[in-house]
């Protein structure tokens, strides 16, 4: 199926795309100190910015090009890879660097260089006090380039280093303004929680460079090439069930905890939240839109290895509906606009997942889409505010902000509603299609699942959606409602040396990693902090910004309003009506996130009447939860939110679920790596073959001092143990 | 043939007594004096091989100038005997005499117990003559016999570093 | 034999020239050193690069002979030998241009340290171009010796001191076991060739009955012991933590790439030739490679001096690289073709440029005849300097394993190969073990790059041209053998199994 493409063809621009951002890098990188020397702060600034966004803007261009291209095909004929160069090529092996143009890789590419364009251009005016304005396009504009090989990649070593790549650009991100400590902390926090998911997806891969290793007999033609995923999914079906249920499971659930890793599913989610210490634009753009359904789009991609196994599937089901509601309920115990942002984040990957987990792997794209188009807008309306506020994050302190910021009102009025599930905005469409293929589905799965009824996951489905829309209603009405201005009534900033010391006591201090300053070190910092902190006061006055953010969040509020009408070519609801009018988004996804072994045909069509009730429910679930919030939160801040207690208090605190993270790895696990050091060299070694006798009559202290100044005669008696074992191995075990 | 068993036993027993001696001895004279009397033994058991250059430079060359100057150094710094340098705890003690007994045990009972009587030769006619020695040394081996002379470069500029360093 | 004429044996000047050419570089600094005995000469390392660059060229010069032995076996003359004495060079070449600044601040002079650099490359040169196991053996020891003064040749500092006389004593001893290794080898084969050992092993059926085979074994074993000493491999690592922390660091990277490039691929030499025995020796290299990755990362973790931390980490590569032996060795009685010869190389390279590119970034913090080697003392050290701590950043992703970098392709060369010779869970022990040493690298880069120094902001010298370049170096080849794979494979293969590989079809599947 796949077509080898001359160097002429039209597919070959997606070179350009992959490459324009690697430009845009290097010159980031190579002059962007130069330039701001060379023209002066504000020029410089004006030049490094347009070149950031400027590779982007041409990238998307050319995505719509080649997408244009890839449509006018038959469905079959949409799928193109482009070879570079043979990157490894070993005996029994190759892995040559090349592309894939499919329809749902270039679903991503629109979504990455189009979302990915206007975030720049936001943050060009979001970023511009910055002093460090170069560095912070420079890791941008790397991060597109990774994420780009990370969808392009045409094999599995290519999506890794994408997949790499671009958690090394959030870590860098999200620990852009490392001079202060949570940000340092939550950039670590990041790349810590990443590597688990990264550990599971590494041996999932290297399973299946087992196994397709071990076939190559099987798999003929382009045998070499056997980890691309055109010559993977042409044989994963023949292949893979030689190896027995445990290796068919394996693979899938292995890979998912690489997904859920990156897409911060339950209980790897752990580090989104914290990363919003990053930038907004970085939020909007890696924490929102692209980076974090990395993992969705890898589920799909390789969904023929998920739906060979159902045992995986329904892993994937009911970790996506449990993350999905349990970050709605966490969210309404955050105050901090962005944490609530990031946790609605989190349920909606959640939904992802779900989609996915009931085979609609082309659904869970369409969620995908629709959520980059919503949030993005949310965050960067969200960061609109925060500038306004002088980078004040606490919803409480907010309130009629619509009097003063009307461009960015309107926006999030539409963000807010397209996610909270109203009809006709985008956010309805996939959010409905989902719940609707969920409960469609759960005859053909209760089969499979030995009696699990997925009825169960449409009604956690139908309850985060009354979550959803009841705690986007809460930080809208917070934010821009009510009677009062009330950052008028907090006091008059006085000089705060209480906050550095808040700060201080919050801290952990260093752990004995290492991965946490010293206690002086963050006085310092927050004190520094300090002295460049405007602080929200009576007299302040919040300030509309200016036009390079006003435009994208118009665009983004433009394809929230129509753009899920559009791609779904409104046909849920012509459906109903007896339309046979095609689902534009499902038949372009068709050929590469179509259910390859399931019986797609069938296993989702339900009666009309059916699906009138599932619409009806669902917007009833949105206007429940718009209408019960807004007449708790149009009056103004309720008592309780001033301090939060009860269930709320321990929703913010994530069910304490953090906490007994940290102390589980942080805390034992550093205890448990000294203990090894102790056990063995000290222990075994020192202590049982030589002290055995001192160690029991407690003078354990001095023999742990004694191998410290390391004496030699212990290091050649361990030498001489290993000997004689080595010896005795040999002479007595071989030759026998 | 058992004669010279025999007279190869005795000797080598000198030579692991006054080995051992090097190290179990506290006093440096003493310690150089059973160095002497090794290296001196060896040399008579490369003789009783008929590998007379071997022996004789063995004898001439160790025991009779490096071991004068070993002598002589001590002498001169007066060197005593290193307190620190004794194993006081007990058990340690005897976890290396167990474990080196083990060592000691496997060569001799697996390795050399095996081989007694398996295979015997006889040397050539010219075995270890000086002709013969001399056209090993420079025909086939005289690669190895080039890399020793970097060998003991090496040894030499190192001991003069260290020595230097001392001084 | 002929009674009167004694002909000298022909010479192959043309294989011996790289070694003559290091040899004779050392000679000349050291007179150079005799002329002008100044503290700080810096005719001596132009000397030295020159010489080293020459000898290089001399490598290449041979390159396109067909491997042959000459020297009536004792000198071994093929692409594995000329790669990895190319490898060496490079070590030396790059330890020669970062030294420079560090011994100017800890006040070593030049013409004690550069001669026994190079002889000691020298050392390792002889160990990898020979099958004889008493020519290895006389290679080892100049090596080591060179090793064991530079050790201990910060004068003054008990650390130092210390280090050297440890290494001293531990490495007599281990060259004791060797040497007796030998001996019992020849007395058990009647050659110190090593494929004396294979010939012996095919004659089993036609020997006596109680031909006492157990003298071999117990060779083979004490070889391999003193192999593990030099290699560090559990439980013969443990002189490596403090000598790598006492010598002086510009050393400490010259031993943890040179010495253990040697050893491996002496290593690979001695197993080749034992390869029939390979069933006796298998388990215990995987046995050792399994200690030696856990142990040397576990214990990484609670280190706080960023000299130990790499010296545990280089315990644990000498694990994976023993895994890439392991695969090499039983691929040879699986396959008609090599697996696993480029991984070793490949990894050896990856290994050598990530090793001695962080210790020259390490050696910065010597200043004014002071060093701090611990994690603190190294905060703030990116704004100090920037572009060294730009390619420390690059060093511990290729150490950790990131992708993009030759340590990752490195690693998952070898973890190809170990499943391709069905020994998945050692790959996947592997894997494990790469996952955990994250941690303890990330902490250097944090210390580096991140941390922000809290009393003396200028403790650390100032970057010369000579480290400049140097980590410049390792930092491209790191990056570059990562991207050039392919070409870098074919480049070392020896030429006539490149031929090979082009006819072969690879080998067919063993699990169906």
């Known amino acids: 199926m796949a077509i080898p493409v001359d160097s002429q063809h039209w597919a070959n621009l997606i070179w350009a795309v992959l490459l324009l951002p690697l430009a845009g890098f290097l010159f980031q990188a190579a002059f962007g100190k130069k330039i701001t020397d060379l023209l002066g702060e504000s020029a410089g600034r004006a030049v490094l910015g347009f070149m950031a966004v400027l590779p982007i803007a041409a990238g998307f261009l050319l995505s719509v090009i080649i997408a244009r291209n890839l449509g006018g095909l038959e469905p079959e004929a949409r799928l193109f890879i482009t070879t570079w160069f043979n990157w490894i090529d070993l005996q029994s092996l190759q892995v040559p660097f090349e592309l894939r143009v499919d329809t749902l890789s270039m679903t991503m590419c629109l979504i990455v260089t189009g979302v990915g364009a206007l975030i720049h251009l936001y943050a060009t005016g979001y970023m511009a006090e910055d002093r460090d304005y170069p560095r912070f396009f420079t890791y941008m504009n790397l991060f597109i380039l990774f994420m780009l090989l990370l969808v392009l990649g045409n094999n599995l070593p290519l999506m890794f280093i994408g997949w790499e790549g671009v958690g090394l650009c959030s870590y860098l991100l999200i620990g852009f303004w490392y001079q202060k400590i949570e940000n340092a902390k939550a950039a670590n926090k990041a790349f810590i929680v990443n590597r688990i998911g990264d550990w599971g997806f590494m041996i999932g891969m290297f399973l299946l460079f087992a196994v397709f290793a071990a076939s190559q007999g099987v798999i003929g033609e382009g045998e070499l090439r056997y980890l691309s995923f055109d010559v993977m999914f042409a044989h994963a079906q023949e292949v893979i069930p030689q190896f027995g249920p445990v290796v068919i499971t394996a693979i899938p659930l292995l890979l998912f905890v690489g997904a859920m890793g990156k897409s911060a599913q339950f209980p790897l989610y752990l580090w989104l939240p914290d990363a919003m210490a990053g930038p907004t634009p970085v939020s909007a753009l890696i924490h929102a839109a692209t980076m974090v359904t990395a993992g969705v789009y890898m589920v799909t991609r390789c969904h023929i290895f998920f739906e060979l196994a159902p045992v995986a599937m329904l892993v994937v089901a009911c970790v996506g509906a449990f993350t999905a509601i349990f970050a709605a309920s966490v969210a309404f115990g955050q105050t901090d606009i962005k944490r609530v942002l990031a946790y609605s984040t989190v349920s909606q990957l959640g939904y992802m997942f779900l989609a996915c987990g009931v085979g609609a792997f082309s659904t869970g794209m369409f969620h995908v889409t629709t959520h980059a188009f919503f949030k993005a807008l949310l965050f960067l309306g969200s960061g609109s505010v925060i500038m306004a506020m002088s980078h004040d994050q606490d919803m409480r302190k907010y309130g009629k902000l619509s009097k003063y910021l009307p461009v960015t009102y309107f926006t999030m009025l539409v963000g807010w509603l397209a996610i909270a599930g109203i009809p006709p905005l985008a956010g309805f469409f996939s959010k409905d299609e989902i719940l609707s293929k969920v409960f469609s589905s759960g005859s053909h799965w209760a089969g499979q699942w030995g009696g699990f009824n997925p009825a169960v996951l449409y009604v956690v489905g139908l309850v985060t959606a009354v979550m959803t829309a009841a705690y986007m209603t809460r930080m809208f009405y917070l934010t821009f409602h009510g009677p009062e201005e009330r950052w008028r009534n907090l006091p008059v900033p006085a000089h705060h040396h209480a906050h550095a010391v808040a700060v201080t006591g919050e801290a952990h201090g260093p752990d004995e990693h290492g991965f946490f300053l010293a206690d002086e070190e963050v006085a310092r910092r927050a004190a520094e902090e300090e002295e460049t902190h405007h602080e929200l006061g009576p007299g302040h006055q919040p300030r509309e910004p200016g036009f390079t953010i006003r435009f994208p969040l118009l665009a983004l509020a433009a394809c929230s309003l129509l753009g899920g009408m559009i791609l779904a070519g409104l046909n849920p609801l012509a459906e109903m009506f007896g339309a046979e009018t095609p689902h534009f988004f499902e038949v372009w996804n068709e050929p590469s996130a179509g259910a390859a072994l399931l019986p797609a045909e069938t296993m989702f069509r339900t009666e009309h009447s059916t699906e009138w009730i599932l619409v009806g429910v669902s917007v009833l679930a949105a206007v429940i939860g718009i209408a019960y919030m807004r007449f708790r939160y149009a009056k103004g801040l309720p008592e309780d939110e001033r301090r939060l207690r009860g269930w709320r208090r321990a929703a913010g605190m994530q069910w304490y679920f953090d906490a007994a993270m940290y102390r589980l790895f942080v805390e034992w696990g550093g205890r448990f790596s000294n203990g090894v050091k102790r056990w063995f060299d000290e222990g075994v070694i020192d202590g049982l073959l030589v002290h055995g006798s001192a160690w029991t009559v407690g003078a354990f202290g001095k023999v742990f001092r004694k191998t410290e100044t390391g004496y030699v005669r212990t290091y050649a008696m361990t030498m001489l143990l290993g000997s004689v074992l080595i010896l005795g191995y040999f002479i007595w075990v071989v030759s026998r | 043939m058992s004669q010279n068993l025999v007279l190869f036993v005795a000797l080598a027993v000198v030579v692991v007594v006054s080995a051992v001696g090097v190290i179990a001895t506290r006093h440096v004279m003493r310690s150089a004096l059973s160095l002497v009397v090794n290296f001196f033994t060896l040399g008579i058991l490369y003789l009783g091989m008929n590998l007379h250059l071997i022996g004789i430079g063995q004898i001439l060359v160790y025991t009779g100038l490096i071991m004068m100057l070993f002598l002589f150094c001590i002498l001169l710094l007066n060197l005593g005997a290193p307190q620190m340098l004794y194993e006081r705890s007990p058990i340690k003690v005897w976890a290396a005499v167990l474990v080196s007994g083990a060592l000691i045990v496997i060569v001799l009972s697996q390795v050399f117990l095996p081989m007694t009587g398996a295979i015997e030769t006889t040397a050539p006619d010219d075995y270890g003559r000086v002709r013969t020695v001399g056209n090993w040394l420079f025909n086939k081996w005289v690669y190895g016999f080039e890399i020793s002379s970097v060998l003991l470069l090496v040894g030499i500029v190192g001991s003069i570093l260290v020595a230097k360093r001392r001084g | 034999m002929s009674d009167t004429n004694l002909t000298p044996a022909p010479i192959d000047w043309m294989a011996l020239l790289p070694i003559i050419g290091v040899t004779a570089t050392g000679v000349i600094a050291m007179i150079i050193e005799m002329i002008r005995p100044r503290q700080t000469n810096n005719a001596i390392v132009w000397c030295c690069l020159i010489g080293l660059g020459v000898s290089a060229y001399f490598v290449l010069a041979n390159w396109s002979r067909p491997a042959e032995e000459t020297f009536g076996g004792l000198f071994m003359n093929d692409r594995f030998g000329q790669v990895t004495q190319l490898l060496l060079i490079g070590v030396a070449f790059i330890t020669v241009l970062f030294s420079e600044g560090y011994l100017r601040e800890k006040r070593v002079p030049f013409g004690e340290y550069y001669p026994l650099v190079l002889w000691s490359t020298v050392g390792g040169m002889i160990m990898v171009a020979t099958r004889d196991l008493l020519i290895l053996f006389l290679g080892l020891e100049v090596l080591s010796i060179a090793l064991y003064v530079l050790a201990g040749l910060k004068s003054g500092e008990k650390r130092s001191q210390e280090a050297a006389l440890k290494y001293f004593l531990l490495g007599a001893f281990a060259s004791g076991f060797m040497l007796y290794g030998i001996a019992l080898i020849y007395g058990a084969t009647g050659t110190t060739h090593v494929t004396g050992i294979g010939e012996l092993y095919a004659l089993r059926e036609t020997l006596v009955d109680r031909y006492p085979f157990n003298v071999l074994y117990a060779g083979i074993g004490m070889v391999t012991v003193g192999f593990a000493f030099k290699a560090a491999l559990v439980p013969f690592h443990m002189w490596t933590p403090d000598v790598y922390h006492g010598a002086p660091t510009s050393v400490t990277g010259f031993m943890a790439a040179g010495s253990k490039i040697a050893a491996f691929a002496a290593l690979i030499r001695f197993l080749d030739g034992a390869m029939d025995l390979s069933s006796v020796w298998l388990p215990v290299l995987t046995v050792l490679a399994v200690l030696t990755m856990f142990l040397g990362n576990l214990v990484a973790l609670v280190q706080r001096d960023a000299k130990r931390i790499l010296a545990y980490s280089s315990i644990a590569h000498a694990g994976y690289l023993l895994v890439a032996v392991i695969a090499y060795s039983k691929a040879q009685g699986m396959f008609d073709v090599e697996i696993g010869y480029g991984t070793v190389i490949y990894y050896l390279l990856a290994y050598g440029a990530m090793t001695l590119g962080s210790f020259a970034v390490l050696s910065l913090t010597a200043r004014g005849g002071r060093e701090g080697t611990l994690l603190e003392d190294f905060h703030g050290l990116w704004r100090r300097a920037p572009f060294p701590a730009a390619m420390m950043l690059i060093f511990m992703a290729s150490l950790a394993g990131v992708p993009l970098t030759g340590g990752f392709v490195g690693k ?101």
């Open chain 3, 412 to 512: 998952l060369l070898i973890f190809k190969d170990a499943i391709a010779v069905d020994m998945l869970w050692l790959a996947l022990v592997l894997a494990v073990n790469s996952v955990i040493s994250v941690f303890y690298y990330l902490r250097i880069v944090l210390a580096i790059v991140v941390r922000e120094p809290d009393l003396h902001p200028t403790r650390f010298a100032a970057v010369n041209p000579g480290l400049f370049a140097a980590c410049g170096i390792c930092g491209f080849l790191l990056i570059w053998i990562a991207v050039a794979v392919d070409p870098f494979m074919k480049w070392i293969s020896p030429p006539e199994q490149h031929a090979i590989e082009l006819r072969e079809s690879p080998p067919e599947s063993s699990v169906e």
